[in-house]
């Protein structure tokens, strides 16, 4: 898988984000030391004062772009890296600090600090996709660790990784639950949600809460209607899909799409 | 020309910052600052979110510690429902956070600071991070990965997942615990307590090897903020935040939460993302006070467990009632995961803890609510107004990491002035410039959840003003 026959080296990198994905690798105890031995990590500064310069053959990029600074940076490790991977919902769906792609941010920011002038940050926080090409994508907030060493060993092989792109609800159903939407009428949005987490909240009697982001072909806006059936007043469901996973397009379109007659 | 040595990426830390390092003419060091270079704004888009999506939403501040937020964020809720939540709940939400404690502190100790310790601050910093450690100490590496993984594995069974769990939930949490999942996590007990043992010894036999790092990392007279309950004891989950002296004097106590803001001042710092608090009778910059581990046993009278105790006695003996040198925080951090360990055991023996009453329902009844608990790094407070509709119209945030942002910031001073030299910058004197600061093991996920990003550099600032060295 390297160019020059040596481990493949393995980068990774931070923008804006809570650091919970990039500790998924730490948290792969079983697994930390077999990855260890298979690859060399050239660039972690969570792990190490070590920082190899590229270019890598794998780059794990965790965050989203909310600065100058993050968008000229995300060009340079484009540019070192054989495959981009974005991990979790800030670097494929801007997370949850997308929130304030919907207010005015300058405000805030004169708002909360003495000297504004120094904060030199964007009106948006975006996905990585929105700047750079990227080869692969894992989903989640945080990201499933048995998925991110799927996608490890998968890339190191050259093949697909094996990450199911079907809704929650089949995970939900494997593991037995009752319907908690159709038989507690409890707004779940499970059925337009990527499957991944193993349904954790469904099973807590919750409804599902998107941390995944949106299924392929999901279909949001007929859930959404569902969401008012169920007696959801608008802003209620608009704060539904507006969370972790907010920025990505299948959920917002819901809202800012003319609605369908 | 004087010069400015500018350390970008602090590592092995979580989260990014920077650090500013201003030399003098004759390259010696005139002053040092610690930048927190990102925000991302949670304390203004929650506003308009129900309050009780807060504890889901704040979990995402930080990946390291989300169960801290989770309560922090859940006891808020709590006040605003004004309910006393069921005792189960209530016992539970203290397990999660044990268990947070043992995996938190596995991780500051044995991931990121014992490169440093066990390999040594001037060793090839190719290898000085946790792959190093599992190739020159191997013993120590699987104890460090097996006790965070112990913490992890808890926190998994408890609350479904390791990062962000959805288990806690504003009145209590919302699955009450099977007797399997106890007696699943009494039997990883034994292993956890005898890696923790074992690592103090190793802690202790290491400790003579460190005489300049103990004198000038962040030793200095501060006052220490913790949870403690009313007979003193040391606290996690709950309790009131009483502030002591270098020499441990009572200075004050906050025992109702919704008075915080009587005793802690917020003041802004010029040019960083992190708001610097201070203890307000004294005023800013002289209220500097230390939060976490170190503050914990310093203000603390006891841990209330038998083994924890004994070591605090022996800390005790070694280092004098009150410690102000912050390299201790790594010895106090061990202890307190001992701590940890103890009670979880003793929380599990409660015959209430597996009652099936966990959860109080409850509309708004205050407009208000604060909650306060002991992250693994230290005080964490929580702040929510609401309308009557339970809508967020004000949240403030006040993070461990913010607490200590003055106390290292001098700390930072203290070692760069001890070890830097302008003239030729030594690998050894950068990491421990950047081992000062992990020693608080500080959180930037968290200090910069009010906007944008973090990221720890290193700068050398010539008398000028003029960048001269970047990392």
Redesign the interface.
Same mark, same amino acid.
């Given at each position: 898988m390297s160019s020059n026959g040596t481990r493949p080296r393995i980068a990774v990198f931070?923008?804006?984000?809570?650091?919970?994905?990039q500790?998924?690798l730490?948290?792969a105890?079983d697994e930390?030391?077999a990855v260890?031995e298979a690859v060399e990590?050239a660039y972690?500064?969570?792990?190490?004062?070590?920082?190899?310069k590229g270019p890598y053959d794998i780059a794990l990029v965790e965050?989203s772009i909310?600065?100058h600074?993050?968008a000229e940076a995300i060009q340079r490790i484009r540019r070192q890296a054989k495959t981009l991977v974005t991990i979790g919902a800030c670097a494929t769906a801007g997370?949850?600090?997308a929130?304030?792609n919907w207010?005015d941010?300058a405000e805030? /920011?004169r708002? /909360?600090?003495?000297?504004p002038d120094?904060?030199s940050?964007l009106k948006t926080?975006t996905p990585i996709a929105e700047h750079v090409p990227v080869d692969l994508e894992l989903r989640g907030?945080?990201i499933n660790k048995h998925q991110l060493i799927e996608l490890i060993s998968a890339t190191l092989a050259g093949r697909k990784p094996n990450i199911p792109t079907y809704s929650l609800c089949l995970e939900c159903k494997r593991r037995g639950n009752t319907c908690i939407m159709v038989a507690g009428g409890v707004p779940c949005l499970g059925p337009a949600t990527q499957a991944g987490?193993g349904a954790?909240?469904p099973?807590?009697?919750?409804g599902c809460?998107g941390?995944f982001g949106p299924m392929e072909n999901s279909n949001a806006h007929s859930l959404a209607s569902q969401f008012r059936v169920l007696g959801c007043a608008r802003d209620e469901v608009e704060?539904a899909f507006r969370?972790?996973n907010g920025w990505a397009w299948p959920f917002r379109r819901v809202f800012e799409e003319v609605p369908r007659s | 020309m004087g010069q400015t040595i500018r350390i970008h990426?602090v590592?092995?830390?979580?989260?990014?910052a920077r650090i500013d390092i201003h030399l003098d003419e004759a390259g010696k060091v005139r002053s040092t600052q610690f930048h927190v270079t990102?925000?991302?704004?949670?304390?203004?888009?929650?506003e308009g979110?129900?309050y009780y999506?807060m504890p889901?939403?704040t979990a995402?501040?930080?990946?390291?510690c989300?169960v801290s937020h989770l309560l922090a964020s859940a006891k808020a809720c709590d006040a605003v429902m004004a309910v006393q939540i069921p005792e189960a709940a209530r016992l539970l939400r203290e397990l999660l956070h044990c268990a947070q404690f043992v995996q938190s502190h596995a991780?500051s100790f044995f991931?990121?600071s014992a490169?440093d310790l066990l390999l040594g601050f001037d060793s090839d910093?190719?290898?000085?991070?946790?792959?190093g450690l599992?190739e020159k100490h191997p013993e120590a590496a699987r104890d460090g990965?097996?006790l965070?993984?112990f913490g992890?594995q808890t926190i998994e069974r408890l609350a479904?997942?390791?990062?962000?769990?959805?288990?806690v939930v504003p009145g209590g949490v919302?699955?009450a615990m099977s007797v399997d999942t106890r007696d699943l996590i009494l039997s990883d007990l034994p292993l956890a307590h005898s890696i923790i043992r074992r690592t103090l010894r190793l802690f202790k036999s290491m400790l003579d090897q460190f005489p300049a790092e103990s004198e000038v990392f962040g030793n200095m007279p501060t006052l220490h903020a913790g949870l403690v309950d009313a007979d003193g004891r040391l606290q996690i989950y709950d309790g009131m935040v009483r502030f002591i002296d270098s020499a441990g004097k009572t200075a004050g106590r906050i025992t109702r939460p919704r008075e915080y803001a009587k005793w802690i001042g917020e003041a802004?710092m010029?040019?960083s993302?992190l708001k610097a608090p201070y203890f307000k009778p004294l005023g800013y910059p002289e209220g500097i006070y230390r939060v976490g581990p170190l503050a914990r046993l310093n203000v603390a009278e006891s841990c209330g467990t038998s083994d924890a105790d004994r070591e605090l006695l022996e800390y005790r003996q070694r280092l004098g009632r009150v410690v102000n040198g912050s390299f201790f925080y790594h010895y106090a951090r061990l202890i307190e995961a001992l701590y940890a360990i103890e009670r979880m055991e003793e929380l599990l023996h409660l015959p209430e803890i597996l009652d099936k009453h966990v959860r109080a329902e409850a509309g708004v009844n205050s407009l208000e609510g604060v909650g306060i608990i002991e992250a693994p790094r230290g005080v964490l407070i929580h702040h929510y107004r609401v309308n009557e509709q339970g809508a967020i119209t004000g949240a403030n945030l006040i993070v461990a990491t913010g607490h200590n942002n003055l106390a290292i910031n001098h700390s930072v001073q203290q070692v760069a002035e001890r070890f830097v030299d302008g003239m030729k910058l030594q690998e050894g004197a950068l990491?421990r410039v950047?081992a000062v600061v992990r020693a608080y093991d500080p959180c930037l996920?968290c200090s910069?959840h009010?906007?944008?990003?973090p990221a720890y550099r290193l700068r050398l600032v010539g008398a000028g003003g003029e960048v001269i060295e970047e990392t």
């Amino acid at each position: 898988m390297s160019s020059n026959g040596t481990r493949p080296r393995i980068a990774v990198f931070k923008f804006a984000s809570c650091d919970g994905c990039q500790l998924s690798l730490l948290d792969a105890e079983d697994e930390l030391l077999a990855v260890a031995e298979a690859v060399e990590i050239a660039y972690f500064p969570e792990a190490s004062r070590r920082m190899a310069k590229g270019p890598y053959d794998i780059a794990l990029v965790e965050g989203s772009i909310t600065t100058h600074h993050d968008a000229e940076a995300i060009q340079r490790i484009r540019r070192q890296a054989k495959t981009l991977v974005t991990i979790g919902a800030c670097a494929t769906a801007g997370g949850i600090q997308a929130l304030r792609n919907w207010h005015d941010t300058a405000e805030w /920011v004169r708002l /909360v600090y003495a000297k504004p002038d120094f904060i030199s940050t964007l009106k948006t926080s975006t996905p990585i996709a929105e700047h750079v090409p990227v080869d692969l994508e894992l989903r989640g907030c945080p990201i499933n660790k048995h998925q991110l060493i799927e996608l490890i060993s998968a890339t190191l092989a050259g093949r697909k990784p094996n990450i199911p792109t079907y809704s929650l609800c089949l995970e939900c159903k494997r593991r037995g639950n009752t319907c908690i939407m159709v038989a507690g009428g409890v707004p779940c949005l499970g059925p337009a949600t990527q499957a991944g987490c193993g349904a954790i909240c469904p099973s807590m009697n919750r409804g599902c809460y998107g941390c995944f982001g949106p299924m392929e072909n999901s279909n949001a806006h007929s859930l959404a209607s569902q969401f008012r059936v169920l007696g959801c007043a608008r802003d209620e469901v608009e704060r539904a899909f507006r969370s972790y996973n907010g920025w990505a397009w299948p959920f917002r379109r819901v809202f800012e799409e003319v609605p369908r007659s | 020309m004087g010069q400015t040595i500018r350390i970008h990426h602090v590592t092995r830390i979580e989260g990014h910052a920077r650090i500013d390092i201003h030399l003098d003419e004759a390259g010696k060091v005139r002053s040092t600052q610690f930048h927190v270079t990102q925000v991302r704004g949670f304390e203004k888009f929650t506003e308009g979110r129900p309050y009780y999506e807060m504890p889901a939403i704040t979990a995402r501040i930080c990946g390291i510690c989300p169960v801290s937020h989770l309560l922090a964020s859940a006891k808020a809720c709590d006040a605003v429902m004004a309910v006393q939540i069921p005792e189960a709940a209530r016992l539970l939400r203290e397990l999660l956070h044990c268990a947070q404690f043992v995996q938190s502190h596995a991780l500051s100790f044995f991931y990121l600071s014992a490169p440093d310790l066990l390999l040594g601050f001037d060793s090839d910093p190719a290898a000085r991070n946790v792959l190093g450690l599992i190739e020159k100490h191997p013993e120590a590496a699987r104890d460090g990965i097996a006790l965070r993984r112990f913490g992890q594995q808890t926190i998994e069974r408890l609350a479904g997942e390791r990062v962000h769990p959805a288990w806690v939930v504003p009145g209590g949490v919302n699955k009450a615990m099977s007797v399997d999942t106890r007696d699943l996590i009494l039997s990883d007990l034994p292993l956890a307590h005898s890696i923790i043992r074992r690592t103090l010894r190793l802690f202790k036999s290491m400790l003579d090897q460190f005489p300049a790092e103990s004198e000038v990392f962040g030793n200095m007279p501060t006052l220490h903020a913790g949870l403690v309950d009313a007979d003193g004891r040391l606290q996690i989950y709950d309790g009131m935040v009483r502030f002591i002296d270098s020499a441990g004097k009572t200075a004050g106590r906050i025992t109702r939460p919704r008075e915080y803001a009587k005793w802690i001042g917020e003041a802004a710092m010029p040019d960083s993302y992190l708001k610097a608090p201070y203890f307000k009778p004294l005023g800013y910059p002289e209220g500097i006070y230390r939060v976490g581990p170190l503050a914990r046993l310093n203000v603390a009278e006891s841990c209330g467990t038998s083994d924890a105790d004994r070591e605090l006695l022996e800390y005790r003996q070694r280092l004098g009632r009150v410690v102000n040198g912050s390299f201790f925080y790594h010895y106090a951090r061990l202890i307190e995961a001992l701590y940890a360990i103890e009670r979880m055991e003793e929380l599990l023996h409660l015959p209430e803890i597996l009652d099936k009453h966990v959860r109080a329902e409850a509309g708004v009844n205050s407009l208000e609510g604060v909650g306060i608990i002991e992250a693994p790094r230290g005080v964490l407070i929580h702040h929510y107004r609401v309308n009557e509709q339970g809508a967020i119209t004000g949240a403030n945030l006040i993070v461990a990491t913010g607490h200590n942002n003055l106390a290292i910031n001098h700390s930072v001073q203290q070692v760069a002035e001890r070890f830097v030299d302008g003239m030729k910058l030594q690998e050894g004197a950068l990491n421990r410039v950047n081992a000062v600061v992990r020693a608080y093991d500080p959180c930037l996920s968290c200090s910069t959840h009010a906007f944008g990003k973090p990221a720890y550099r290193l700068r050398l600032v010539g008398a000028g003003g003029e960048v001269i060295e970047e990392t």
